[in-house]
């Protein structure tokens, strides 16, 4: 197997999943004069996606588990490349928020194999590279969604207005789908023992699960925009309730949904939680920068977007240069990252030209670089590989909820305050997930740390 290829195909499927949380956002005024969608149904075209990703995302996990990474790999590429096609060609509003709810559950069974995948098939220094890569992809699609929205709805492809946002996934799916099925097939790997029953699906967790995120995200995500009714603050109490027993359950059962065995090494929980702290507060800069200079500043969704390229260079520029640092350098990355990040964000605070920040972009993106790659990658080392798919799915799921929950709190302070209070709040939530990361990093890895090797393994 020639595994750049396969990490090209694991990563071109992640890009798509990654920017389709952000692609229709500079398409919403298209669609409401196309399609007569109301305010609610555009907020849904947005949110559907998201909830159905964040809901199901932890069984998409499992599933991997007993069915085989490759092979729910392949199918959720096949919805959501089919679900991308739906979208295109919605005739009302209502099948186009449908299918974004098939979206995102395609995108549900397809997120959590990439890292599995990647875990069971690179190891060592390969495996440090493959997840700089990854957590690249991972933080940089929503802006390159947004950048990416905007060239193809100016553009206005063949008259088709928004429809090229969601139909540019139609191709690239079908290239992927051909290409996974020569790719994953030649990957070795033990395959699970025995057949699979439906007993070891955790359904009772997965139904409460999915309940306890899609009012978890839905509140977040629909309650600001609607004032926050008694409806959105019982969705999210009610969210609580359903999320505690989900975990009481999880370590309770036999054969649980998320394996929360994978939290036990040393520095896992704080490193997790620092990751989505970062995760988060990108998110929050990015909403709050992005309405600033189209509000404030009356530019375009395009301008905007093309804005926060240099932050997407500083990022890239050092997600693919971090593994090949001395180990001293690369230790301290994770503490130093989410400073640098809020201290830039505290600069931008002060109301400074967008332009004149380009260069402190760079530097903003490269933080966050700093903030999150080497440390997901140095959490995967601490992971059995037989426990790949629970850190795939706590990776995935923890800065979906960061990000929900940073957009709702913070953007809140943005819409009802001042922009230089919302990023002053961003800047100090960073500077926790700074600590947090220095407490992961006093965590010594195990000696076969990236060896890839294991007992555990289930490589599919």
Not at 22 to 31: E, Y
Not at 101 to 116: E, R
Not at 175 to 187: C, D, H, I, Y
Not at 214 to 233: M, N, Q
Request: aromatic fraction near 6%.
């Amino acid at each position: 197997m020639r595994k750049p290829l396969l990490l090209v195909v694991l990563l071109t499927a992640q890009t798509m999943a990654s920017m389709d949380a952000s692609i229709a956002n500079v398409a919403l005024p298209a669609m409401r004069r196309d399609l007569d969608a109301t305010g609610a149904m555009q907020q849904l075209v947005l949110s559907g996606y998201l909830l159905a990703l964040a809901s199901l995302i932890v069984t998409g996990a499992r599933l991997g588990d007993l069915f085989g990474h490759r092979r729910l790999f392949r199918w959720g590429l096949a919805v959501f490349t089919v679900a991308s096609l739906a979208c295109g060609l919605a005739p009302t509003p209502g099948v186009l928020v449908a299918a974004r709810v098939v979206q995102g559950a395609g995108a549900a069974l397809l997120v959590p194999q990439v890292f599995s995948l990647i875990q069971h098939h690179f190891e060592g220094a390969a495996r440090r590279r493959a997840v700089g890569v990854y957590s690249m992809v991972l933080a940089l699609g929503v802006a390159l969604g947004q950048v990416l929205g905007g060239l193809l709805v100016s553009a206005d492809l063949a008259g088709l207005s928004w429809r090229p946002v969601f139909l540019v996934n139609v191709p690239v799916g079908v290239v992927m789908l051909v290409a996974v099925g020569r790719v994953l097939t030649s990957a070795g790997g033990v395959r699970r023992a025995g057949p699979v029953r439906a007993r070891d699906l955790d359904v009772p967790g997965v139904v409460v699960l999915a309940l306890g995120m899609g009012a978890f995200t839905g509140s977040l995500t629909l309650g600001r925009e609607a004032g926050w009714p008694g409806w959105a603050v019982g969705a999210l109490a009610g969210s609580t309730v359903l999320l505690a027993w989900f975990v009481r359950h999880q370590v309770r059962t036999a054969r649980p949904l998320l394996d929360l065995a994978v939290l036990r090494p040393h520095g896992m929980r704080p490193g997790l939680l620092a990751c989505a702290v970062v995760m988060g507060c990108y998110a929050a800069f990015l909403f709050v920068f992005t309405l600033h200079v189209q509000t404030g500043l009356g530019w375009t969704a395009l301008a905007a977007g093309l804005a926060f390229l240099p932050y997407t260079v500083g990022f890239a520029g050092l997600s693919l240069t971090w593994a090949r640092m001395p180990e001293r350098v690369v230790r301290r990355l994770p503490t130093a990252g989410p400073i640098v990040l809020a201290a830039v964000v505290a600069v931008v605070a002060t109301g400074a030209s967008p332009w004149h920040l380009a260069p402190l972009l760079v530097l903003a993106g490269a933080g966050h670089a700093a903030g999150y790659s080497p440390l997901i990658a140095g959490l995967s080392d601490l992971a059995p590989p037989g426990r790949a798919s629970a850190l795939s799915a706590l990776n995935t799921t923890g800065p979906l909820v960061a990000q929900t929950v940073a957009i709702a709190v913070i953007g809140g302070v943005y819409l009802s305050s001042t922009m230089s209070w919302a990023l002053i709040t961003t800047a100090a939530v960073l500077l926790t997930g700074s600590a947090c990361a220095a407490v992961a990093g006093r965590t010594d890895r195990p000696a076969d740390a990236g060896t890839g090797t294991g007992a555990e393994s289930v490589s599919r």
